[in-house]
C-alpha cells in the first residue's frame, strides 16, 4: 500500500462507515420507545392480548419492510447513481425518517393527540428510515472494498461494523439519558420522540461529509471514465500499482451484462444463507428489544434501560477483536467459534428463564452472547458479502443477498413479540422459548460455515472471482465423470 496515502484512505473509510453508524442508530433507537410506542399507539384500541402483541410487533420491527425494499433497490441506485449518489439517498431518508417518526402528526392534527389516528403515518416514516438503512447497509461495505487495498481490505471493512456497533452503543446512551431526564408520564408522552429525533443529528453528518467525497475507481471504470479510476487508484495504491489494478478491474468487468447466474448457483445461495443466518440467530431481537427483555429479568425501567448500555458497550468491544483478528485468523475460523458461543449463551439463557432463575447469570449470558455475534457474525458477514461476489454481478448479487437479511430480520423482530407476548409458551418456558430458537439457529450457522463458505482472506478482489471460476469447472467435470 501507498503509504503516503494511508490517510486517504481512512477519510474515506471513516465517511461509508458513517452509513452503518446511522444502520446501528436506527436499528436500536426503537428499543428505547417501545413501551411509549404501545402506550401511545396499541393499548387505546384494547385488542386481545395475542392482536396487541402482534400490532406491536409489526410496529417495532416495521422499518425492516423498508430495508428489505432500499436494500433489493440499492443494487440499482449503486450502479444507475454510483456508490456515493446511493449514499445521499440513504442520508435523506434517514433525515427525513428520523424526523417525521418523531412527529408522525405533522400536518395531519393535533400533535400529541392523535393516538392510533397517527399509526399509519408513523409506520410510513419508519419504513423510509428502513429505506435508508437498507441502502446503506449494502453500499457502505461495498464502497470500503472498493476503494481499499486488498492486505487490509478485511480490517477496513470490519470498521463498518464497529460503526454500526458504536451506533447502537450511542444510542443506548441517548436513549438511557433522555428517559432520565423526566417522569414515567414525560418518558410516555414526550421522551420517545426525542429519540426518534435524535438520529437527524448524524444524518445531518453525513449527507454533508458525502458532498466532499469521490466514488469508487471499479464504479468509473463501470461508467467508462478509466482515466478517472486511474487516478483515484493512483492516490491510493501508489502509480506503480495502479495500472495493474485497472487492468484487473477492466478485465473483470469487460462483460457488463453478466447474468446473476453466470458463476453457478451455489456464490449466491452461499451469500444469501450467509445473510439469513445473520439474522436468524436472534441478534436483532436481543438489540430491538433489549429493555424488555431486563424488564423481563425482574429489572426497573431504570435499570433495564442502564444493562441495555452494558451489551451495546461489550458488543463494541468485541467488534474490535473482530477487527484485530479477521485479516490474521481468517473469516470462517471466526465465524465457526462466534456460532458455538451464541449457542451456549442462548441455551444458558433459555435453561435461566425457563427455570425462573435470572438475574446477574442471566446478564452474563446475554453479554456472552454479544460477545459472541460481535467478533464473529456482526462484521464478518460484511466482509464476506463485500469480498465474495463477483465484480461483474456484485451489485445485483449483494442486493439480493441484502434483501434477504433484512427479510429474515423483519421474521425474527416481529416473531420475537409474538413469542414473548403468547401466554402459553410464558407458562411453559417462562419467557425463554424464543432463546431456544435462536440457539439451535447459531449450531446450525456453524454446520452451513464450516462445509459451504470459502475463505476469502488475503484475496484480491479479482482473485476471489477466480474462487467461483474454478467451483464451476469442478462442477461441470465432476458432472462429466457422473454421466460416464
Not at 400490532?55 to 416495521?62: A, E, H, P, R, V
Not at 481499499?148 to 446512551?173: D, H, M, W
Not at 410516555?188 to 426525542?194: I, P, V
Request: a positive charge; aromatic letters at 12%; glycine letters at 10%.
Amino acid at each position: 500500500m501507498n503509504k503516503g496515502n494511508a490517510g486517504l484512505v481512512v477519510v474515506l473509510t471513516f465517511v461509508a462507515t458513517l452509513g452503518g453508524l446511522l444502520f446501528g442508530y436506527d436499528t436500536a433507537v426503537i428499543s428505547g420507545a417501545v413501551g411509549a410506542i404501545d402506550h401511545y399507539f396499541i393499548d387505546p384500541q384494547h385488542l386481545s392480548q395475542t392482536l396487541a402483541s402482534s400490532l406491536s410487533g409489526w410496529t417495532i420491527s416495521s422499518a425492516l419492510l423498508g430495508c428489505v425494499l432500499g436494500s433489493a433497490a440499492a443494487g440499482w441506485l449503486s450502479i444507475r447513481l454510483g456508490r456515493k449518489g446511493g449514499l445521499i439517498v440513504a442520508a435523506l431518508m434517514f433525515l427525513l425518517g428520523s424526523i417525521g417518526s418523531a412527529v408522525p402528526e405533522f400536518g395531519l392534527g393535533v400533535i400529541g393527540q392523535m393516538g392510533p389516528a397517527a399509526l399509519t403515518p408513523f409506520i410510513c416514516y419508519r419504513i423510509l428510515g428502513g429505506m435508508g438503512v437498507g441502502i446503506a447497509s449494502m453500499i457502505s461495505p461495498l464502497y470500503i472494498a472498493e476503494i481499499a487495498p486488498s492486505e487490509i481490505r478485511g480490517r477496513l471493512i470490519s470498521f463498518n461494523q464497529l460503526a454500526i456497533v458504536v451506533g447502537i452503543l450511542l444510542v443506548y446512551f441517548v436513549n438511557w439519558f433522555i428517559q432520565s431526564l423526566g417522569t414515567p408520564a414525560w418518558y410516555l408522552s414526550s421522551a420517545w420522540r426525542l429519540m426518534l429525533a435524535s438520529e437527524a443529528v448524524p444524518a445531518l453528518l453525513f449527507l454533508t461529509l458525502l458532498m466532499f467525497v469521490p466514488d469508487t475507481p471499479r464504479w468509473f471504470v463501470m461508467r467508462g471514465r478509466n482515466e478517472e479510476a486511474l487516478k483515484q487508484l493512483t492516490r491510493v495504491n501508489g502509480e506503480a500499482a495502479a495500472r495493474g489494478i485497472l487492468a484487473d478491474i477492466e478485465r473483470t468487468l469487460k462483460v457488463r451484462s453478466e447474468h446473476l447466474f453466470a458463476f453457478g448457483m451455489p456464490v449466491l445461495a452461499i451469500g444469501i444463507l450467509l445473510s439469513v443466518f445473520q439474522q436468524l440467530v436472534g441478534i436483532n431481537a436481543v438489540l430491538y428489544y433489549a429493555p424488555l427483555m431486563f424488564q423481563n429479568m425482574g429489572a426497573s425501567t431504570n435499570s433495564a434501560f442502564l444493562q441495555t448500555v452494558v451489551v451495546g458497550a461489550a458488543n463494541l468491544v468485541f467488534t474490535f477483536v473482530a477487527i484485530a483478528t479477521v485479516d490474521r485468523l481468517g473469516r470462517k475460523p471466526l465465524l465457526v467459534v462466534g456460532s458455538v458461543l451464541m449457542a451456549v449463551a442462548m441455551f444458558a439463557l433459555g435453561v435461566l428463564f425457563s427455570a425462573k432463575a435470572v438475574g446477574f447469570g442471566a446478564l452474563v449470558a446475554v453479554v456472552a452472547y454479544i460477545a459472541g455475534f460481535a467478533l464473529s457474525w456482526g462484521p464478518v458477514v460484511w466482509v464476506l458479502l463485500a469480498e465474495m461476489f463477483p465484480n461483474s454481478i456484485k451489485g445485483k448479487a449483494m442486493a439480493i443477498a441484502v434483501a434477504a437479511q433484512w427479510v429474515a430480520n423483519l421474521f425474527v423482530s416481529w416473531s420475537f413479540k409474538v413469542m414473548d407476548g403468547s401466554p402459553w409458551l410464558n407458562m411453559h418456558f417462562n419467557h425463554g422459548f424464543a432463546y431456544w430458537i435462536y440457539g439451535t439457529m447459531s449450531v446450525l450457522s456453524a454446520i452451513f460455515v464450516l462445509r459451504y463458505v470459502p475463505e476469502t482472506k488475503g484475496r484480491t478482489l479479482e482473485s476471489i472471482q477466480e474462487l467461483w471460476h474454478k467451483h464451476r469447472k469442478d462442477a461441470a467435470l465432476a458432472s462429466v465423470q457422473a454421466a460416464e
